[in-house]
């Protein structure tokens, strides 16, 4: 009976450890086509958006190819107009970069003169460079930069997205043929599909609202690159909690040097109000229950995927783990590990 346990023992921790190192090896091989799977994860997320209004337009008779066609010009136009305006104002704020980072770092010292002078701060404190608010500009221009380089790669992405949106409409007779006898399992992966789906639908649309508005008060405020930090809002909506302080750090710096600590303050505020706005009251209203995550989870989803994939790894980080805990979800088996992904009060 000892030798019995001693085996099976001897078994899980063989099998856990196998888990262990498949894990490390896939999660090298992704590390090591990092460049190609961003692009098929982007595509693959462009298609989760343009699947539904594809299938609608399915619906109303209109054949398979012309609707292809509606949804893919519509999406290079709006990616066309996006990357040339938003190319050129990358491309100028790098360009007057240091000016903007020496201007900040002498309003700073300014203003650290004012404290001391005051006695808040002690005489000896300097900022050193790890929160210096001009390596801030720097880190904001070189992600701003990588991310820019994906528009080069735009009519890959469309082209993927044109097979991958012909693929859905048959997709689901593949499934029905493979899982014929299997209806729950088949139940399951529409389930899944349709809350993924669901997700991220809700997500774009209110991100956008936010990019908006955001543009929107940026302009009227006089704030330089308004749409430039509007679809930078946009982007960093779909990460909870800290995705909105993200994106309103570089406009809010950008105040400073450009118009003073007064128009600035006004930048927060509006920053504040249309993301308590849209991210407490109207987002979980059409959101619902059971699609959050933990702030814990939260940070390591960023860090990891950040680190796996690089900074359009932390863009997608959220969608990417909100897919993972829907899945986890879905299984009486793993659903505990979908209630730990979820946030304190579900």
Known sequence: MMKE??????SRVKNI???IACAIIIIAGIKAAS?????ILLSLFITIVCAPPFLWLGSKGIPKSLAITIIILTFLLIAF???????????????????????LESQMQLLLEWLKNEEIIEPDFKITNEINPGSILVFVGNTLNQLS????????????VVFMLL?????PLKLNKILKESTEKMRRIEVIYHKINRYIGIK??????TGILVYIVLLIIGVDYALLWGVLAFALNYIPNIGSILAAIPPLLLTIIQLGFWEALWVLVAYILIN?????????KFMGKGLGLSTLVVFISLIFWGWLLGPMGMLLSIPLTIAVKIILDSSEETRWLGILLGPERE
């Open 17 to 19: 450890l196998l888990i």
């Open 5 to 10: 346990e001693i085996f099976q023992v001897e």
């Open 204 to 209: 774009t649309i209110i991100s956008a609202i």
């Open 35 to 39: 460049s190609i799977l961003i692009t």
């Open 276 to 284: 308590t706005i849209m991210g407490n009251i109207i987002e979980p």
């Open 167 to 171: 693929e859905a409409s048959s997709f």
């Open 81 to 103: 107009l996006i990357g040339l305006l938003v190319g050129t104002s990358v491309a100028d704020f790098t360009l007057k970069l240091p000016q903007y980072q020496s201007k």
């Open 149 to 160: 380089g994906l528009f080069a790669d735009i009519f890959l992405i469309a082209f993927i």
